[in-house]
């Protein structure tokens, strides 16, 4: 699959007709004899190749004046693999728009954040997407009133405005013109699908859809085993976490199902509802792409059988990049069960309180402001690891170091590396679990050299990596299949 597939006419054909859903989410087709478009793997008949045009972002379709399939529903579909292994302006602008930053601090807000012109933003998502900013921006506003319509029993004036629509007209005249029905109608069609009665006011469940193959075991297994407490938990068969957001906060209840990924939010407020849904999908890499990257790990045959054993595996990632940053340096050469209590400690005397009615959790993890305003001689740590800690939360707090959605991947590696008691596994792990790079890759990590050596590859960091020139672009994904020989727990889904 290839950046601008949506020009290549016939491949998008093919994958029409087969119903491919491996294609949902990287292209859109529009119909032009019906003035709707759809997922690829769309049920219906598929209309004659001469009908068929195909956009590349459901902004683009909406732009061009078609209106969402209410069979397929086209705007759920899994986001495009292109945002996840790609660091250029779009790639993250992009990453920043389902963060909600064009509804928070509109166009000029995004392009202060890339660090580029309005109108040179503005061009490239044009050029790329055949939508603008705001035209996307609008498109994930009007999924997000369809959700809170569909999910909730709330007025429709406050989903307007959770949904981030300036007025409820906008609101309105939007759902009318994307879902050929106003939003009464929607809720009304919608209603078989609701949430049951007497559901938990400010909890809202809802589906995340992903890329099949997905094998959970490492993915959940990885976030329970080094989850901290009072943050994370694994209960029930789910894994809950806490969320700082822009209006509030927030907790995240992830389950594994074989279709999707059931998700339960507890919002302090809804307009947080777009965020918590992009962190929660980059958290567990669900828009990755699976078939690609297994199909280029399996042209080694020592990963070959790995892949096949057990394909779809996906990188654990993070909804806070600081949060994690910081973690990785409790992590420093100690235990997982060492780098949680160290963790824990410092949620507990600095992490702000929040209410779980349904489980464990009792805090957000410490803003990287109040780690700042610590005594380091309270840190239970050597002191030169202190002073990377120290480092560390006073260059986030004051905004000299930049690790969000929206950062340059080499510009990030390169000031990290000039922090004290920054190396190249810190910089690795940060860049695979927080950044999201899926080329990152651990040459110097103990379990990667020790599944090195069991499987005949080679284990010095400097011959490995020579090997794992032919994993490119995907070395984060091998990290997890050479993990994931060990028999440490964050290999396995929790019982």
Request: proline fraction near 9%; hydrophobic fraction near 40%.
């Amino acid at each position: 699959m290839l950046k601008g597939m949506h020009t290549d006419t016939a491949r998008c054909v093919r994958a029409v007709r087969s119903k491919d859903a491996r294609f949902d989410g990287w292209f859109f087709t529009a119909v032009l004899t019906t003035g709707i478009y759809c997922r690829p793997s769309c049920p219906v008949v598929p209309p004659k190749p001469g009908n068929m045009v195909f956009h590349p972002s459901a902004a683009a379709c909406q732009q061009a004046g078609f209106r969402a399939c209410k069979r397929c529903r086209p705007d759920t579909s899994p986001g495009s693999p292109e945002w996840n292994h790609r660091a250029d302006l779009v790639a993250r602008a992009m990453r920043l728009i389902a963060d909600g930053v064009v509804d928070r601090e509109g166009v000029p807000g995004l392009a202060a954040r890339l660090g580029y012109s309005t109108r040179q933003v503005e061009r490239q998502l044009l050029a790329e997407l055949g939508a603008g900013p705001l035209a996307l921006a609008r498109a994930q506003r009007a999924q997000t009133a369809r959700l809170l319509v569909e999910t909730t029993d709330l007025p429709m004036a406050e989903i307007a405005f959770a949904a981030g629509f300036a007025s409820v007209r906008a609101f309105n005249d939007t759902v009318r013109e994307v879902f050929a029905l106003s939003p009464s109608g929607l809720r009304t069609r919608a209603a078989p699908r609701n949430t049951p009665a007497g559901t938990t006011p400010g909890v809202l469940s809802l589906r995340l859809p992903f890329r099949a193959p997905l094998n959970p075991d490492n993915l959940f297994g990885h976030l329970a085993a080094t989850a901290v407490p009072g943050v994370e938990e694994w209960r029930d068969g789910s894994y809950r976490r806490t969320l700082r957001l822009p209006y509030g906060h927030g907790i995240a209840a992830l389950t594994p199902r074989p279709d999707h990924i059931a998700c339960r939010l507890t919002l302090g407020d809804p307009r947080d509802l777009t965020v918590a849904i992009s962190r929660c999908r980059r958290l567990l890499d669900l828009d990755a792409d699976p078939v690609a990257v297994d199909d280029q790990l399996r042209t080694d045959p020592v990963l070959a059988p790995l892949v096949d054993k057990a394909p779809g595996r996906r990188v654990p990632r993070t909804v806070d990049e600081a949060e994690f940053a910081v973690r990785a340096v409790l992590g420093q050469q100690v235990s997982t069960a060492a780098a949680r209590t160290h963790a824990a400690r410092l949620v507990t005397a600095h992490g702000t309180p929040v209410d779980d009615p349904e489980g464990g959790l009792t805090h957000l993890f410490p803003s990287p402001g109040a780690l700042a305003a610590l005594d380091p001689e309270t840190l239970a740590m050597p002191r030169t690891r202190r002073t990377t800690f120290t480092t560390l939360v006073r260059q986030l707090a004051e905004g000299d170091l930049h690790l969000g959605v929206e950062s340059d991947w080499p510009e990030a590696r390169a000031r990290l590396l000039e922090l004290p008691g920054f190396g190249p596994w810190t910089v690795d792990v940060i860049a695979m679990r927080a950044l999201g790079d899926p080329d990152a890759f651990l040459p110097t990590d103990l379990g990667i050299r020790r599944a090195a050596r069991e499987l005949g590859l080679p284990s010095t960091p400097a011959a490995l990596t020579a090997r794992a020139a032919a994993w490119r672009p995907w070395r984060a994904y091998a990290v997890q299949y050479l993990w994931a020989t060990d028999s440490h727990p964050i290999n396995f889904l929790p019982v």
